[in-house]
């Protein structure tokens, strides 16, 4: 599987940003999809997830601000993210778990990943 993330930017502080992640030699509505981030120094977080089933699970800190899709017909999945904050600036990461794990925060769970988008947030 071959995933191409796209969408990130620079915006300011509660702005909206749209990431989109199309996958190739896979099908995002069998796998669960997630986007992860990292900021400098810090580990790989889990951001938001959609499972083959189509339900959704989000970091706490983002829950009520980013929302997480799939659109079947182009094999792609979305996170529309508002009312950003600094602290979610970050490289943003799509990676797809083909084993459909139940432990699905846990970043050595995915077998896959896009290359990363940066976001950034101004005060």
């Known amino acids: 599987v071959q995933l191409q993330a796209s969408g990130g930017g620079s915006v300011q502080a509660g702005g909206s940003l749209r990431l989109s992640c199309a996958a190739s030699?896979?099908?995002?509505?069998?796998?669960?999809a997630s986007w992860f981030r990292q900021a400098p120094g810090k580990e790989r977080e889990i951001v938001a997830g959609?499972?083959?089933?189509?339900?959704?699970f989000y970091e706490d800190s983002v829950k009520g601000r980013f929302t997480m899709t799939r659109d079947n017909a182009k094999n792609t999945v979305h996170l529309q993210m508002n009312s950003l904050k600094p602290e979610d600036t970050a490289v943003y990461y799509c990676?797809?778990?083909?084993?459909?794990?139940?432990?699905?925060?846990?970043?050595?769970?995915?077998?896959?990943w896009g290359q990363g988008t940066q976001v950034t947030v101004s005060s």
């Open positions: 990676a797809v778990d083909i084993n459909r794990n139940v432990a699905v925060r846990v970043a050595s769970n995915y077998d896959f």
């Open positions: 959609i499972r083959w089933s189509g339900s959704t």
């Open positions: 030699g896979g099908t995002f509505s069998r796998y669960t």
